[in-house]
């Protein structure tokens, strides 16, 4: 059987008095693409989170790569773009190339000299999401598109196994969208990296991913993106609460 790089079970959580996960049961398996979707407030990253160990469960149990999250200490395994990472100030002083190796410093130490061999790792990421010519620009005069390519860049660069990323296609413009799931199927493709993927691009997990939950507080749909594909009628209108048009993307990946 493969391995299981994340399992939730039976997890709940809330904010105070807000109960924002009821009994959630998920399961990554290595080398698998979860895209996670779910109308806004559902608790997606809420649920990414717990899944990094941010936040505790008020019950259930959670385990990365078999290992209880909160003990979990291998953190270069796990790369991670949060929702907020490209809402940068564009006057921020750090160049393409500093912010991708900052990427390294967990597994360094913050004070630890950078030898060639990790500027060679930097360069590399950067080239992997195609940013080679801009290595040297300030992070701040990059477009939204090139921004979330250099915090993919930052989150690849120790190499990670696994891959979280929340919401990373917000503000971006169609065409950039387009590029950047290319490269997200090259990873998982051709490295054999386990993903996942908090997207409201509905269009996105029924074409780019192997496997969707839909979640809504509760889990309304965990499986194949086939099955999910051919229900996702039913599913959306249980969890979305409301009649929703899908309109069809066709992403050539
Ligand atoms: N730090 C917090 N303190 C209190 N409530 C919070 C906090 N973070 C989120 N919430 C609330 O928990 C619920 C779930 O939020 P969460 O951010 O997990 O949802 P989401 O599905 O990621 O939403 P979106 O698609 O809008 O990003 C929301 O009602 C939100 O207002």
């Known amino acids: 059987m493969s391995e299981k790089i994340i ?53 259930g149990e959670i385990t990365l790569f078999g290992e209880p999250v909160r003990q979990f200490k291998t953190r270069s395994r796990v790369g991670y773009v949060s929702q907020k990472s490209n809402s940068f100030n564009r006057g921020f002083p750090a160049t393409v190339r500093e912010v991708v190796a900052s ?12 030898k060639k061999a990790d500027w060679e790792r930097v360069d590399q990421a950067i080239e992997q999401v195609g940013l080679s010519p801009f290595a040297g620009r300030n992070i701040g005069k990059l477009s939204g598109g090139q921004q979330q390519r250099a915090f993919i860049a930052r989150a690849l660069v120790s190499d ?35 993903l996942v993927l908090v997207t409201h691009d509905i269009g996105v997990v029924t074409t780019c ?43 050539h990946v």
């Not at 717990?50 to 505790?56: A, T, Y």
């Not at 990427?103 to 950078?114: A, D, P, V």
């Not at 990670?160 to 413009?173: A, K, R, Y």
């Open 7 to 59: 399992e939730i079970k039976n997890v709940h959580f809330a904010y105070e008095h807000q109960k924002v996960l009821d009994g959630v049961d998920l399961t990554l398996l290595k080398g698998e693409f979860l895209g996670i979707i779910g109308p806004n407030g559902s608790g997606k990253s809420t649920l990414v989170k717990l899944m990094l160990g941010l936040l505790k469960p008020l019950k």
């Open 103 to 114: 990427g390294l410093y967990g597994r360094l130490g913050l004070f630890r000299r950078m």
């Open 160 to 194: 990670p196994d696994l891959l979280i990323l929340d919401e990373p296609t917000v503000g971006i413009d169609v065409k950039s969208v387009e590029e950047f799931y290319q490269l997200l199927a090259d990873l998982h493709r051709n490295k054999g990296l386990s």
């Open 209 to 251: 991913v192997d496997r969707v939950a839909c979640l809504n507080k509760r889990l309304f749909f965990h499986g194949d993106s086939q099955d999910f594909r051919e229900h996702q009628h039913e599913i959306l209108s249980a969890a979305y609460g409301h009649e929703i048009r899908v309109i069809e993307h066709h992403h």
